[in-house]
């Protein structure tokens, strides 16, 4: 079955940092995703990307997140600057399109920032 | 800010035993609801993609349904596994099917 592979499994960086979480998709997707979970709080959309652009993105996405698409395959995700409150776990999601279609969720990135 | 609400928060069954809960959300401007299954060390799985009011989707043992105009949906699982147990999660999309609020999740372990 096609899966949504994330690296790494878990980051520790220091405060102010810039870290890149990368994920490859599934290969006929065509709709991208990070979501993040704080400990012990909900699932939270940060952005979604489809035609090599932002769709849509929370108020959580500030201008110290980006996304890329670099070569076709990968999409990650840019923390310019870490802060503290930045650690969560991270998930990419891809969708085959836009519409009643479920997402497929990679294993996420644990990042501890400290 | 969207509040998609589960209840209960947690919930013990016995093996055997038939169970749901609930995913509560505002009805304006929905575009789809979709279930999610979360063991433990794994990514969220998908259950279901619901988009219709009165839609009612079966998986095996798992069944939900939808009710758009007084915004909620029920899973079932009927004859609960010690396999069942994870968290369950709903998420309603709305923004033309790209943005996507989850709920909280409802915590289910079945005791052997």
Redesign the interface.
Known sequence: EPE?TQTPSHQVTQMGQEVILRCVPISNHL?F?W?RQILGQ????LV?F?NNEI??K?EIFDDQFSVERPDGSNFTLKIRSTKLEDSAMY?CASSEG???????????TRLTVV | ILNVEQSPQSLHVQEGDSTNFTCSFPSSNFY?L?W?RWETA??????????LNGDEKKKGRISATLNTKEGYSYLYIKGSQPEDSATY?C?LVT???????????TKLQVIP
């Open positions: 949504v709709y995703y979501y909900k699932v939270e959309f979604s489809y769709s849509e929370s998930f836009a519409g009643p279609y479920g997402y497929t969720f990679g294993s996420g | 789809a979709h999610y794994k990514s969220p799985e998908a259950l279901f993609v619901m988009t999660l998420a923004g033309g099917y790209q943005k996507v609020t989850f709920g909280t999740g």
